[in-house]
């Protein structure tokens, strides 16, 4: 293997090796491929193919154009844990086979509430999920979603209030449930 | 942000903050590796030996040989047997806050992992459903209050009025005695301080589990050196440990390989996929029975070794039973290689029938090219792509990559293919694959993989008199049949 020769471009000048750009993020890059594919596997693979990847592309990366690294790499890793559920299975019967009652992590979230919404997540499609995640979890700003994502700001904004509108929707029909439930009435679709 | 914004954001990080972050290759290592190499060795094979050491040395709770009235004989089955066979321990350990007595009735630990069983009551002794506690703190600690860091993560299942508490591989530690820390901080919509602190005794379970060496090598005819190191028999599980590495001759292949694929940039290095491959096993007992695969339930992340897809992994399965004897089977290998089909069609045909082509035991079939919604995220949304459908009937073949690797480039943003589908016209125009989709349908009648896939394009913008399509990459099985008598502890009498 050769020495990499297409380091960024730092500041303050010189070269920064490929380890120290990457460890800060690593965790936080994991997470969120975690939280887009429900994998532990899948998201380890996604991100160790999105570490070579990176290494790779790295000529590309320039911090002088206003791109933070963390969000060059995070957008990276995104796009390799997308296709890390598009390859294991077509979006839709990716979500059938999610069954809720069955995943572990869901038995972390005490509250009903934080439950509920873990559920919607996982049920939404891919790209309302993914803006979730970017938004929510690793706090980035709608301009660098639409960035990462290869969509306009417009598209970010609009998927965000879709999922909040299904996530508050999927609270609201639990309300509803227990509340029947309580009364003793079946609820029937 | 708004209420709804904030628990959105902290479900979020509930979830993610429970995870323990796996090991990965950071390329840029690679250069150092060799001189890191003996450090790094240093580092991965002394916890493994200690803990074999302890393993083969280990011993729980004395008194529950003849336990019956077991919590755990309505879980697992591993859980159950490892239960009768007297390696449960009744703990009864509870602590009463704001009218509500937490309590863990039962524990369940091995090499493997720690199960502990636990209910809430009010005052009248009333059930109440466990979820109903938040629960604040979990981990495992040795008697000095080190944390053990494996067992950070853990998960609860729910049955009826208990909560099973289960946290993973506690194998890091020498100690035999552990203390489990459990703690919650609301009950229902009640806040309060329920903290337990319950003693772990492993010795028995330990004494139980056994490490027995393997030591056979095989080489794959695709040059994948397989060293089945050892065999862990827990209580609750078994476990085969096996470290792979490519021979020298197939590293070149490897590096060939990579250079063949057309979609790699001109200024990068190839890519060589030393990572990518899978081996699929199973275990089965003398008269062919298949073992219970727990490999993911034991959440067992491969650990890499070093560069060039040098690694140890491990594959579990439920406990086997000394009444039998077992055999592991390495059934295939799975490897991303290049694959290169192709088809030249003129999209006209379509509006009449689809174009099929036979050829040397494999089969293409353009079923059609319509402009449709872009699959992609990463594809502009303002117009309709070309989306090419097509099946194939393939042995062997599990995956074509359809644009594995979609990275936009920042300058133009425009979408770079790499390692999928090409996408030609009559006049050589090639359009790049802006995103697709892939499906596995089943078998046909030959056995051979039906595999669907959709290519689309947002270059196309009218319909080309004719049409290639050629694939670069794809996932490969290969069959393999190696078989291992697998040791079983001799039963001590």
């Known amino acids: 293997m050769k020495e990499n020769h297409h380091f960024p471009i730092p500041k303050e000048g010189g070269q920064v090796d490929f380890e120290t750009l990457v460890q800060p993020h690593l965790t936080s890059a994991f997470r969120v491929a975690f939280l887009i594919v429900h994998d532990y596997h899948l998201a380890q693979d996604a991100v160790q193919e999105a570490l070579w990847e990176a290494y790779q592309s790295l000529y590309r990366y320039d911090e002088r154009k206003g791109t933070s690294f963390r969000a060059w790499f ?41 439950q509920q919404i873990w559920r919607a997540i996982q049920m939404m499609t891919l790209k309302h999920r993914s803006v979730v995640i970017l938004y929510y979890y690793e706090e980035f700003s709608i301009a660098e979603i639409a960035k990462i994502l290869g969509v306009f700001e417009g598209t970010v904004k609009s998927r965000l209030h879709k999922a909040r509108k299904l996530i508050a929707e999927k609270i609201q029909v639990n309300k509803e449930t227990q509340v029947f439930t309580e009364m003793g009435v079946n609820m029937h679709d | ?99 509500y007595t937490l309590e863990i009735e039962e524990i369940l630990a091995d090499p493997m992992r720690i199960v502990a069983v636990y209910s809430i009551k009010d005052q009248q002794k009333n059930f109440i ?109 078994a476990r085969v440990d096996y470290e792979t590495k490519w021979t020298e001759e197939a590293k070149k292949r490897l590096v060939e390989e990579s250079k063949q694929v057309k ?35 034991l959440d067992i992340p491969r650990k890499a070794v070093g560069e060039y897809g040098h690694s140890n992994r491990k594959y579990g399965f439920a406990p086997l039973s000394p009444d039998h004897q077992y055999t592991l089977v390495l059934d295939s290998l799975e ?97 790049n694959v802006t995103g697709g989709d892939f499906k596995m349908m089943g078998k046909d009648e030959q056995g051979r993989n039906h595999i669907r896939i959709k290519l689309q394009s947002d270059e196309m913008k009218e319909l080309p008199q004719k049409l290639s399509l050629t694939s670069e990459l794809a996932k490969k099985s290969y069959d393999l049949d190696w078989k291992v008598p697998l040791p079983m502890p001799k039963e001590d009498k």
């Not at chain 2, 903050?17 to 003996?38: N, T």
């Not at chain 2, 990275?407 to 589908?421: A, S």
């Open chain 2, 335 to 431: 490897k991303t290689e290049p694959y290169e089909l192709r088809v030249s069609f003129e999209p006209k045909q379509l509006a009449e029938k689809s174009v099929r082509v036979d050829e040397d035991g494999k089969t293409i079939e353009i079923m059609s090219v319509t402009f449709d919604e872009p699959l992609n995220e990463a594809s502009p949304k303002n117009e309709k792509h070309a989306t090419i459908l097509l099946e194939a009937y393939l042995k062997d073949i599990s995956y074509i990559n359809v644009a594995d690797t979609i990275l936009m480039d920042d300058d133009t943003d425009k979408i770079i293919n790499r390692f999928g589908w090409t996408i030609e016209d009559e006049k050589g125009k090639i359009f």
């Open chain 1, 74 to 114: 995070i957008k990276i890793v995104t796009h390799r844990a997308l296709n890390m559920v598009r390859r294991k299975k077509k979006t839709e019967e990716y979500l059938d086979s999610i069954d809720p009652g069955q995943n572990p992590l869901e038995s972390i979230l005490q509250k009903e509430k934080e």
């Open chain 2, 263 to 297: 979609g790699k940039l001109d200024s990068v290095d190839p890519y060589v996929r030393y990572d990518d491959y899978k081996l699929n096993f199973h275990v089965e007992n003398e008269k062919g029975e298949k073992v219970k695969d727990l490999t993911r339930a």
């Open chain 2, 1 to 99: 942000m708004t209420n709804l914004d904030k628990q959105i954001a902290q479900t979020l990080k509930n979830v993610a903050g429970e995870l323990d972050q796996p090991s990965f290759v950071i390329p840029d290592q690679v250069v150092a590796y060799k001189r890191k190499r003996s450090r790094l060795l240093g580092t991965l094979v002394l916890p493994v030996l200690i803990s074999c050491a302890l393993l083969l040395t280990i011993s729980v709770s004395p008194t529950f040989a003849a336990y019956v009235k077991s919590l755990f004989n309505g879980s697992d089955k591993e859980l159950q047997y490892a239960a009768q066979e007297g390696f449960s321990q009744k703990v009864n350990v509870s602590v009463t806050d704001r009218g």
């Open chain 2, 129 to 237: 459903h466990p979820d109903k506690l938040h629960i604040s703190n979990v981990e495992v600690t040795d008697l000095k209050g080190n944390v053990i860091k494996e067992t950070k993560t853990y998960m609860v299942e729910i049955q009826e009025n208990y909560g099973y508490l289960t946290l993973k591989k506690p194998g890091e530690t020498e100690d035999q005695n552990l203390l489990l820390q459990f703690e919650g901080n609301q009950i229902d919509s009640v806040k309060g301080n329920w903290a337990l602190q319950i003693p772990i005794d492993l010795e028995k379970a330990i004494k139980a589990s056994k490490v027995l060496p393997i030591d056979k090598t095989y080489t794959t005819p695709q040059g994948l050196q397989i060293n089945l190191n050892s065999i862990m028999h827990s209580p609750t599980a």
